[in-house]
């Protein structure tokens, strides 16, 4: 098993910045693909971004490519989300998500993740 725990949230103004961290801990061994996903009131879960454990490799989503971006800290077992240029439409809980197959599975077919976190709620006022 593997649990994730974001940290990092909160509200900021339209144009500001925040970066989300999450620990995971457990059986990382297993893990091959972070990802940081989002869902706002009434609407689907949105997946935003991911890298590949092994090479750092990252992609991000069309909706915030440009403006936030994934990272990770192998040693630390951490995955970050920095976010800039917030817009109230960013305004979501966020949440960590970990998979044992490749990043690409997600791209490809939008299959849920094996692990997910608790969430953080990021609230951008205008």
């Known amino acids: 098993q593997v649990q994730l725990a974001e940290s990092g949230g909160g509200s900021v103004q339209a144009g500001g910045s925040l970066r989300l961290s999450c620990a995971a801990t457990g059986y990382t061994l297993s893990l091959n693909c972070m990802g940081w996903f989002r869902q706002a009131p009434g609407k689907e879960r949105e997946g935003i971004a991911t890298?590949?454990?092994?090479?750092?490799?990252?992609k991000h989503a069309a909706s915030v490519k440009g403006r936030f971006t994934i990272s990770q800290d192998k040693d630390k077992k951490e995955v970050y989300l920095q976010m800039n240029s917030l817009t109230p439409d960013d305004s979501a809980i966020y949440y960590c998500?970990?998979?044992?197959?490749?990043?690409?599975?997600?791209?490809?077919?939008?299959?849920?993740?094996?692990?997910y976190g608790q969430g953080t709620q990021v609230t951008v006022s205008s």
């Open positions: 890298i590949y454990i092994g090479t750092g490799t990252s």
């Open positions: 998500a970990a998979d044992r197959d490749f990043c690409s599975k997600y791209w490809g077919s939008r299959a849920d993740f094996d692990y």
